[in-house]
């Protein structure tokens, strides 16, 4: 009904809205007994579709389903007016239905039905309403016959094929074939528009068909119709003129508006022309395309499937290519059909109470909301009002409702794309209490547990219910009892004592019911032994307690499970009432046993575990590495005596190829290693082991990763360059290799250097190779290689290497170190030999890192904790010695010495002078002759001197060149062994007096021996090396005595037979002007004759002494005798050499002939 007075009205209608926006309907349960007897006004349960098409062919059936009680009547409206089912033959109406089916079994046409239809669904209590259902028949129309003439047009130019198909219900989806049912080959040039068209951007040669046939696919009929074919015909050009671009859809101005509905589906197209084909590109102003926009047909298309009113804006779509661009605009509105906000339900009121039925719809435009009673709209009821009723807009107030006033309340929310309508009753309902659940129902409970007690009930008015125990005292609720709204009540812990009768009593205005629950609580079931975790050898008994405790009144059951599964006895297994016994155990049975006894009420469970021992330790070390690369050794620890926990210790051992998925290989072995042959290079491998005994197999070892053999490196890094060349360091760069040509774990690059030389001229330098490694594995390496030696000349390769070869080296790289500060003086020596000077001497350094500019001396008085002014002398480098004169005697002074150059002062050397008070000269004392023999670590030393044996200590000062350290030992009388030396190394040595400092011998150099390593074997002691030794004495004695024989005979050589001969000159050289020692043999010199220098051959006077003269007749290694060819000189330029005759082996053997 219309609500009249004004602001007034409106004020006291939003104060009820308040008071009883709190209140609530009853809850009906769905007791069948309750439901029975519950009357109801109808309720919809199912309709046909607001929009209905119907196939022509089949028949057709119009749903209208509902509920009530009593069961509702229908009736029908067709196009606003009643509808007499029964008039018309073809139309029937389902039993207990509201549903009709209209058949054509007789003829008719459907068509003739066409129209809208509303069911109404009454009885007693009101009246309920189904959409109103448009019914129309599908349509497939045939394509109109048409003749299609060849379209002609040029390559490049653009072009659309129409579709037009014909009009159908619904309308048919569309899409082109080729006259072989091949579909059209569609790309970013050639595509279909939502219209159905074929669209050319430009048309090519290859286009040229005679069969290009739109389709129309009829969903409802399942039939396709088929438009004649197009013939298209393509006029090609040399060259096809480029264009830019220009929009085929959407055609016209350069924007365009578009409506769609909210929920709907939204497509917007473009389209465009143009040579290149155009590229489309789509924009939102104001923002970014969300998550919901698709982007179909080569991207001409926009979809968005499900569109929101944020949906809305304007879209711009731009087409372009070489020559130019192109915009369109579309402006997108978004409208809404009505959709629910809050959606009228049900109300079951008992009499006198107040409640409201709200219907809220939302839409573009706000939709306009009506109320209908029982399908008559409530304004026609403005004449009989009703005083319980009221109507504030989009809500229906109720209050103090009476029996009798039941109906069926409509919502209809509707604009101008739609409407909503919903049923909503309103039942008054009166009904004494009644109990829902079982009679007299036992409940057993755990003692100390919480527990419920049930008592469902229903009643109209809603009716209070209380509980009481034994039939006494007042209603249980507080401490430790609980009732709920739906009956329940709680006991949060019961006891003994709480044990009883429980009455449950409902209570209205219309009556009351009540029901009984007994409570009986009882002793918990536990297992008081429970099994325990024990191990036992293969073939002997297992047992595992389970003793309970439960109570008496209660039956319970005892199962057993293993590893979670029921454990099947058999026959070998024994359960009895406190155990369970496993005879003759072996390796199946280990597992998890779990002992589990239930009651109706409860239950308790125990574990334990067994274990079937076997090795009970998994053999540690367990590993995998390649000694070959086509092997792979697995190896472990053996087991200890103790671990091994039965006879026959054996291993299993298991391996597979890691990531293939291959099966195991295994192996059984007594040993503590297996070898796997024939394996790849380097490839990874998964490795597991398990110990074994006569008991069975012990745990498994975890899966460990090995690996095959590796093999060298295939492949050097390339690159390598230098950078940053500082005077003790220098960045290092190369290109790495691919890991694949490692062939191996990659440990590292290694560069390999060594000093090449020293810039400074005659210096020379220690060559040997050292090496430095890089981890480095990142795209672009570089490392830093320091303690080089300034002013130096490096060079160096690099490798890659694994866990044990080098790759094949680099290219070779030189470079030369900076200038830098030189080491320390050789030696400095401090020598006071007279009350009135000190003498200071010292030797360059070792390694001046550059060129030396000079030295500094500074120095500086000492006296006890206090010094003098620093005083400072400069030399020249070529200056090593220098007199300082002492202006008293008594005065002592500390000495820096440092050599310089261009880069700065290096390491200081520092000193301090004797005082000469405490050491007074000794005259006539001297020490002299001081002789070192070194070894590898050691040497002998001695020295003379004339101090008075038995009064006199010496100090022995040595000085490692290598770094300048200078140590002195104190001695007494020679001579002695100096222990501790390095080997190899070289030292500077002197002896002086202990008591008079200024007392020195001269210093010597020594440099010790290298050792001997460990294995070296000294080859002059080895009996093979001195019988050969012997054997080659042997024959040189041999030779020297036929010599000697065939000299005493007297006996001429062949060259006396041809002396008279005339020879040629054997001054021959090669056409390269060098000499060719290897002549024919007409031309040879004979043997026993020698050459002159003139070419000439002189004779020979049958004397072995020229073999030997001039100092080069000598012995080969196997000692065959060499000097034969040596050329003789003339006299005069062997004068002053005829010594050499007496050093010759031969002319020492003639002379003892």
């Given amino acids: 009904m219309l609500v009249q007075g004004g602001p007034w009205v409106l004020s006291v209608m939003s104060l009820l809205l308040l008071l009883w926006q709190e209140m609530s309907a009853i809850e009906v349960p769905l007791d069948q007994k309750i439901q029975q007897d519950l009357k109801q006004p109808p309720t919809i349960m199912k309709q046909s579709l607001k929009d209905y098409i119907v196939d022509p062919r089949d028949n057709i059936i119009i749903e209208c389903e509902a509920k009530g009680n009593p069961v509702p009547t229908f009736l029908w409206r067709r196009n606003g007016k009643f509808f007499n089912v029964g008039k018309d033959p073809r139309v029937t109406m389902r039993k207990r239905s509201g549903t009709l089916e209209i058949s054509f079994r007789s003829g008719g046409r459907p068509e003739d039905y066409e129209g809208e239809y509303q069911c109404f669904a009454s009885n007693d209590f009101g009246t309920a309403l189904t959409n109103k259902i448009l019914l129309r028949v599908s349509k497939s129309p045939l394509w109109p016959k048409e003749v299609l003439e060849p379209v002609v047009v040029g390559e490049g130019s653009s072009l659309v094929l129409a579709c037009n198909p014909p009009p159908g219900l619904p309308p048919p989806h569309t899409f082109w074939m080729n006259s072989a049912m091949m579909s059209i080959t569609q790309d970013r040039r050639v595509s279909m528009g939502l219209n159905g068209d074929l669209y050319f951007s430009n048309v090519l040669d290859k286009d040229s068909h005679t069969d290009y046939s739109c389709n129309a696919r009829f969903l409802f009929t399942h039939t396709i119709q088929q438009k004649n074919p197009f013939t298209l015909k393509v006029q090609t050009s040399r060259k096809v003129a480029e264009t830019p671009p220009n929009f085929l859809s959407p055609t016209g101005t350069d924007s365009s508006r578009m409506m769609v509905l909210r929920g709907q589906k939204l497509q917007l197209e473009c389209i465009a022309a143009g040579v290149p084909t155009p590229s489309i590109k789509w924009f939102k102003k104001g923002g970014d395309l969300n998550q919901k926009v698709k982007l179909d047909n080569f991207n001409k298309t926009l979809r968005i499937d499900s569109v929101s009113e944020e949906d809305a804006g304007e879209y711009m779509c731009m087409a372009n290519n070489q020559i130019g661009s192109i915009r369109h605009s579309i402006f997108v509105q978004v409208k809404a059909a009505p959709y629910w906000l809050d959606k009228p339900f049900n109300l079951v009121l008992a009499p006198d109470e107040s409640s409201r039925l709200v219907c809220r719809a939302n839409g573009n435009p706000k939709p306009l909301i009506k109320w209908l009673v029982n399908g008559e709209p409530m304004e026609r009821n403005i004449s009989l009002p009703n005083p319980r009723r009221t109507v504030v807009g989009d809500t229906i107030i109720f209050h103090s409702v009476q029996i009798g006033s039941s109906a069926v309340y409509q919502c209809n929310a509707s604009n101008h794309h739609g409407y909503l309508l919903a049923n909503a009753f309103v039942s008054i309902l009166d009904m004494a209490p009644r109990m829902l659940g079982a009679k007299n129902q036992l409940i057993k409970v755990i003692e100390n547990n919480r527990t419920f007690l049930d008592c469902p009930f229903f009643g109209s008015p809603l009716p209070e219910l209380r509980w009481f125990k034994n039939g006494q005292g007042s209603g249980l609720d507080g401490g430790q009892y609980r009732v709920y709204i739906n009956g329940s009540l709680e006991i949060k812990r019961a006891r003994v004592e709480d044990q009883g009768t429980y009455t449950c009593v409902a209570r209205n205005i219309l009556g009351k019911e009540e029901n009984q629950v007994r409570l009986e609580v009882k002793e918990p079931t536990r297992i008081v032994r429970a099994p325990e975790h ?564 002189k004779e020979s006077d049958d004397s072995l002494v020229d073999y030997g003269e001039g100092g080069d007749g000598q012995f080969n290694e196997d000692g065959s005798f060499i000097g034969q060819y040596t050329v003789k000189k003339d006299k005069d330029e062997t004068e002053g050499n005829e010594s050499s005759e007496a050093t010759s082996p031969v002319n020492a053997i003639y002379s003892l002939a």
């Fill in 534 to 1097: 024990q191990s036992a050898f293969r073939g002997t008994m297992a047992r595992f307690d389970c003793r309970v405790k439960s109570d008496l009144t209660l039956p319970i059951t005892v199962t057993w499970l293993k590893d979670d599964k029921p454990l099947s006895l058999g026959w070998r297994l024994k359960k009895d009432e406190d155990s369970l016994s496993i005879p003759n155990v072996h390796e199946q049975d280990e597992g998890t046993y779990t002992c589990t006894v239930k009651s109706e009420i409860d239950q308790d469970t125990a574990s334990a575990r067994l274990t079937v021992l076997a090795p009970d330790a998994i053999p540690s070390g367990l590993k995998g590495w390649g000694t070959k690369n086509t092997n792979m050794e697995i190896s472990w620890e053996p087991l200890l005596d103790t671990e091994q926990n039965g006879p026959n210790l054996h291993y299993s051992v298991w391996w597979r190829r890691k990531d293939t998925g291959e099966e195991w290989n295994n192996v059984t072995t007594v040993g503590a290693k297996h070898i796997v042959h024939d394996t790849e290079t380097y490839v990874p491998y998964e490795i597991k082991l398990q110990a074994r005994n006569d008991f069975g197999p012990g745990p498994e070892s975890n899966i460990i990763i090995g690996y095959s053999g590796e093999d060298k490196p295939t492949a050097p890094p390339t690159d390598l360059h230098v950078s940053k060349i500082d005077s003790t360091k220098v960045n290092v760069h190369w290109t790495p290799v691919d890991p694949n040509t490692v062939l191996g774990a990659f440990k590292e690059y290694r560069l390999y250097y060594w000093r090449e030389g020293s810039m400074v001229k005659g210096l020379h330098v220690n060559k040997e190779k050292k090496t430095k490694g890089f981890d480095s594995t990142v795209a672009q390496p570089t490392g830093i290689l320091t303690d080089l030696q300034p002013y130096s000349h490096y060079r160096m390769f690099m490798v890659v290497a694994n866990s044990r070869y080098d790759g094949p080296p680099s290219n070779h790289v030189d470079f030369h170190t900076k200038e830098g500060v030189p080491d320390l003086p050789q030696f400095f020596k401090i020598v006071q030999w007279s009350p009135e000077s000190i003498h200071l001497e010292w030797d360059k350094p070792l390694e001046p890192n550059g060129i030396l500019i000079g030295y500094t001396l500074n120095y500086q008085a000492v006296n006890g904790s206090r010094v003098g002014h620093m005083q400072m002398e400069s030399f020249l480098p070529n200056v090593t010695a220098y007199r300082l004169r002492l202006p008293d005697q008594a005065i002592r002074y500390r000495f820096y010495l440092a050599a310089h150059t261009q880069v700065g002062a290096g390491k200081v050397y520092a000193g301090e002078s004797p005082h000469f008070t405490n050491e007074g000269m000794a005259p006539g004392r001297v020490i002299w002759n001081l002789t070192v023999k070194p070894n590898s670590n050691y040497a002998n030393v001695s020295w003379n001197h004339n101090f008075p044996i038995g009064s006199s200590e010496f100090q022995l000062e040595f000085t490692l060149d290598g770094n300048g350290s200078v140590s002195s030992v104190p001695v007494n009388q020679p001579p002695i062994k100096l222990a501790g030396l390095i080997e190899g190394a070289k030292y500077r040595l002197r002896v002086y007096s202990n008591e008079y400092h200024s007392i020195s011998s001269n210093v010597v150099t020594f440099e010790t021996s290298a050792a001997y390593i460990k294995d070296q074997v000294d080859i002059a002691t080895q009996g093979w090396f001195i019988g050969l030794m012997c054997a080659i004495a042997l024959i040189i004695l041999i030779l020297l005595i036929v010599c000697f024989i065939k000299r005493s005979r007297g006996g001429k050589y062949p060259v006396r037979d041809k002396k008279d001969l005339p020879l040629e000159g054997m001054d021959q050289k090669g056409e390269d002007g060098s000499f060719d020692y290897h002549s024919d043999e007409d031309n040879k010199p004979l043997q026993g004759s020698q050459n002159s220098l003139d070419g000439g051959v």
